[in-house]
């Protein structure tokens, strides 16, 4: 499926004044796949394509990503991103459903899991910001407002390239990564993509970090172990924090696990939504 | 920065100093999420925007000139009733996400150039030394400044698109327009190639045909009047423009191909949104604009 089709299959539901664009496919229980920065649901959809025959599969892009409202002017922290998805899934009318985030979306994920409890079923975090884990170098540095005016979009989709490429042990496909940015390869994305960078606030994350305890949600931790943007020790503390989470490193794989491995984070995620037991870690 | 170039249009992420803070005033006073290109080929002639936008501010703020730019709206509307509708979505697939977003950019055009047609108009009869606006010396209400809440992002293409297709559209657009750069709605509809060039197949034998000619004429007509009839004087000597623009007959030139175009580009976006609304819809503006007062009593921002 190349990015055009899946961009056809979005769905859109406003949100006060905002609007998110998401896919919602299959039938059983709803599983919410989170992307992170600087991607867009697209990131997702191998793995929806083999979870949407056992379950419900809903995939939005956060606001100010892929296809999601991209005007200036609003917030775009995770706080803020929590919100909107706890928004969206009244509108929806979905009560609860398993979360599964990636990145920023596993941060976003957090935040539903120590804030809005009632509406995590599970939890499944995949190199996902925690902690002081982020911004990244890059990010920071792309969240500069004159970002907009020093790089063209042409250079700016090349510098993120580069930066994408960083996230993978595989060899990704440049029509792969070009569907990855696709939605920013216009002024527009730029700028939007620009504002969703200085929005990274570790504070956000660490302001949670007492909360952790709390989780009640069965939790999975996937985590690529080459990964130099999110360094597994960060999931490890995760495992450590989180009553009852486990944690599965994959080898041969980096931020993007999903991509790099995708039949081993099948392997683990099926099992894990279909109600499987989540071993308690000796602590 | 972009080297300057006195005819080449400034985009709004190139812009800087007093261009930038009169582009944001634009959008401010214009209630638009982008800066519209007539304003940006302005910007490349170096000093004429800052003389045409102050020329312009004092009645772009107004009630009256908003319901002037709705008049010509309803006009349009009005006057697309008889031509044949193109009929484009039902020949497109487009999901769910991506029609809203070509809706909510039609909505766009749809509120943006019927203002801009007003705009360009009363600078087009001042620049031949007409004129324009009353002396109206009392207070008049003025509109809610910026965006409006549901406005969507304006997004366009680039204007060199990889896409060969479009690429080779693009250069025969700037030909037959005599622009400088293809009109915004043109580059945001090359955001859904397959609904442009479908729109552009269905639309040309409705622009060839005489209904249309009449209907773009009778427009520009009103626009003039319109324009005429504004509040405040639009004042742009042209000895002041002689000063700041080494030719006049080019900036005349340019803003008199800009006027011609608009006058279609209102004629199309109202014959593309038929698809989903009924002529008679398009006659009321999208984004109706609160009194700036009624803000200030809120609470808001004078």
Known sequence: MNWREYQAKQRVAEIGDRFISYVDEGSGDPVILLHGMPTWGFLWHPLRSSLSGSHRVLIPDLIGYGYSDKRDGFDRSIAKQAEAIHVWMEKIGMRRATFVGHDIGGGVALRLATLFPGRVDRLCLMNSVCYDSWPVEAILQLGHPETRRRLSVRTAILLMKQGLKMGFTSSPSNDLLDSLLIPYATETGKLSLIRDAVAVDTNQTMEIVPLLQRITAPTLILWGEDDRLQPVDYGERLAWDIPGARLIRIEQASHFVMIDQPGEVERDLIPFLGGAKVERLAA | ?302
């Not at chain 2, 925007?49 to 010509?72: C, G, H, K």
């Not at chain 2, 623009?245 to 800009?258: K, M, N, Q, R, Y």
Request: net charge neutral; glycine share 6%.
């Open chain 2, 1 to 302: 920065m972009a080297i300057f170039n006195k005819t080449k249009p400034i985009p709004e992420q190139e812009s800087a100093g007093e261009t930038e803070r009169i582009y944001y005033e634009i959008r401010q006073t214009l209630r638009s999420t982008g800066v519209p290109q007539l304003f940006c080929s302005w910007a490349g002639y170096g000093k004429f925007l800052p003389l045409v936008w102050s020329a312009l501010r004092p009645n772009a703020e107004t009630r009256l000139y908003e319901e002037a730019s709705d008049r010509l709206r309803a006009e349009g509307a009005r006057l697309i009733k008889p031509m044949e509708k193109p009929d484009v979505s039902a020949r497109v697939r487009l999901g769910e996400s991506q029609t809203y977003h070509l809706r909510a950019s039609l909505d766009l055009y749809h509120y943006l150039y019927p203002k801009l047609l007003v705009l360009t108009s009363a600078v087009q009869r001042a620049l031949a030394g007409e004129r324009i606006g009353k002396e109206e010396n009392r207070e008049l209400e003025r509109i809610e400044r910026g965006a409006p809440a549901g406005m969507i992002a304006m997004e366009l293409a680039p204007e060199e698109p990889q896409d060969p297709r479009l690429r080779a559209l693009f250069e025969e657009i700037k030909k037959t327009s005599k622009l400088p750069s293809v009109v915004m709605e043109i580059r945001t509809l090359a955001l859904w190639p397959d609904y442009l060039f479908e729109a552009r197949k269905r639309l040309m034998p409705i622009i060839v045909g005489p209904e249309y000619k009449q209907a773009e004429e009778r427009l520009k007509q009103t626009a003039r009047k319109e324009a005429g009839n504004l509040p405040y004087p639009v004042s742009i000597p042209r000895e002041e423009v002689k000063g700041v623009v080494p030719d006049v007959g080019e900036i005349t030139a340019l803003t008199s191909d800009f006027e011609r175009a608009y006058a279609r580009c209102i004629l199309n976006i109202a014959l593309l949104q038929c698809d989903w609304r009924d002529p008679d819809a398009l006659a009321s503006s999208p984004f109706p604009a609160p009194s700036r007062r009624q803000v200030v009593a809120a609470g808001g921002m004078a």
